[in-house]
């Protein structure tokens, strides 16, 4: 994160702004909409600015100096001439004064981003400076997707916000209140313009909700194979109403960071042989978070039915009778292959396609080799590195052809990816000379030949 986001009262606070033309108007314009006490500080002011703000600010018709700076809650230097503008950003900064040099982010300590204003609600949208005409571009398409009257609702909730806290104490069920409301029909009242009836359904719902229990739930779901793109609408709800995040280390960072940012947050990773937390506790876990009211989201990467060990956990919590829900994700299998070009059926290759996992049970690569060695059909291996010369050295005994193609993709559908190709009979070798690291997934079949024409992300190649 570039720049740490923050909204600032102005109200009745004294700010200032060098320069008077169509520019520094834009920015009088905002901060008098935010109750500012402005000062405009320029030989004149341009007629726009005049005729719409003349009587509402001070004006020091006169060319800034250095004492000008000082007892302002903001600074704007909204001149045509650098040289002010660099001046006046290296005294304000001096003086510890928060100052924005209009398009010319290096001499900003704070910039103004695009605005979505549906007060007291206020959408910002920055790029950092680097590309503002992208920040409008973005807030004319939010324009189109938040309806003006989301400024009732919100007045609607800041009106019972204190009878709220009284009758629903405990915080956790509180929040689980709001995000009810705010995406129910009682919204749906307020943004409709019926406020009466919309604090009449919201007075009832609150005098229900205060009486129940707090009840928990687990949500698993499957967060895919890393490109945070690649979640599911539903996955997303979720992970964003969820009061606790248990995830493993195929969970990328991007989509790590679209859970709710004030969850609390527990890793419980595994790699081969290294367990951070052993999978009979993780099971317990959930049970115990659940029990305690708590909505949890485990996140798993991929889809949690397939080499997710999602069976085994759900299985616990329908003996303790905790309810859950299944959000299915995009499989490596299908992720991997699509991300590198590579169809996992096709009518001239395969017409079937088998997925299996290269770290069994036991620790062994226990195949059944004979059914794997087949024409005619895709071979997909999770979790194959460490066995890929077992793999190979196997298939080509029961009856593959030796120069049968293989691909093995590293951190598929991230942009670190990479994509391996070869053939069986040497590819052990050719990845022994790569530093190559999990989670990788193998693909075997003479699919994988089309994979030098139809991939598709050439800035992963």
Known sequence: MQNYPVFMDLIDQPCVVVGGGEVALRKIRLMSAAGARITVIAPELCPDLQTEFGDKIEHLARDFVDTDIGGYRLVTAATDDQTVNARVSKLAQAANIPVNVVDQPELCSFITPAIIDRSPVLIAISTGGAAPVLARALRNKIETLVPATYGRLAK????????????????????????????????????????????????????????????GEVWLIGA?????????????????????????????????????????????????????????????????????GNCVARLKGGDPFIFGRGGEEIEL????????????????????????????????????????????????????????????????????????????????????????????????????????????????????????????????GTVVSLHKNLSWISKYQ
Request: net charge negative; hydrophobic share 40%.
């Open 224 to 292: 895919g194979p890393g490109d945070p793109d690649l979640l599911t609408f539903r996955a997303l709800r979720l992970m964003q109403q969820a009061d606790v995040i248990l995830y493993d280390r195929l969970v990328s960072e991007e989509v790590l960071n679209l859970c709710r940012r004030d969850a609390e947050r527990i890793y419980v990773g595994k790699r081969r042989s290294e367990h951070a937390v052993p999978q009979t506790r993780i099971n317990q876990l959930l049970v115990d978070l659940a029990s305690k």
């Open 156 to 215: 609607g909730m800041a009106n019972v916000r204190n009878l709220v806290k009284q009758r629903i104490p405990e915080e956790t069920q509180r929040r689980r209140f709001w995000e009810t409301l705010a995406q129910g029909p009682i919204a749906e009242r307020f943004l409709s313009g019926n406020e009466q009836q919309g604090r009449e359904e919201l007075l009832l719902q609150l005098e229900r909700y205060a009486n129940s229990e707090a009840r």
């Open 317 to 444: 919590l329908a003996e303790a009778g905790i309810p859950f829900q299944i959000v299915p994700g995009i499989t490596a299998a299908s992720g991997c292959a699509s991300y590198a070009g590579i169809p996992l059926t096709h009518r001239d290759h395969a017409q079937s396609c088998y997925f299996v996992t290269g770290h069994l049970k036991n620790g062994t690569v226990d195949l059944d080799w004979q059914r794997l060695a087949t024409s005619n059909q895709t071979i997909v291996v999770y979790m194959g590195l460490i066995g890929l010369e077992t793999i190979c050295e196997n298939l080509i005994k029961h009856g593959l052809p030796a120069d049968t193609p293989i691909a093995l993709i590293e951190q598929g559908t991230t942009e670190h990816q990479r994509v391996f190709t070869g053939v069986l009979q040497s590819m052990a070798a050719s990845i022994a000379a790569e530093d190559v690291h999990a989670p990788t997934l193998i693909i075997i």
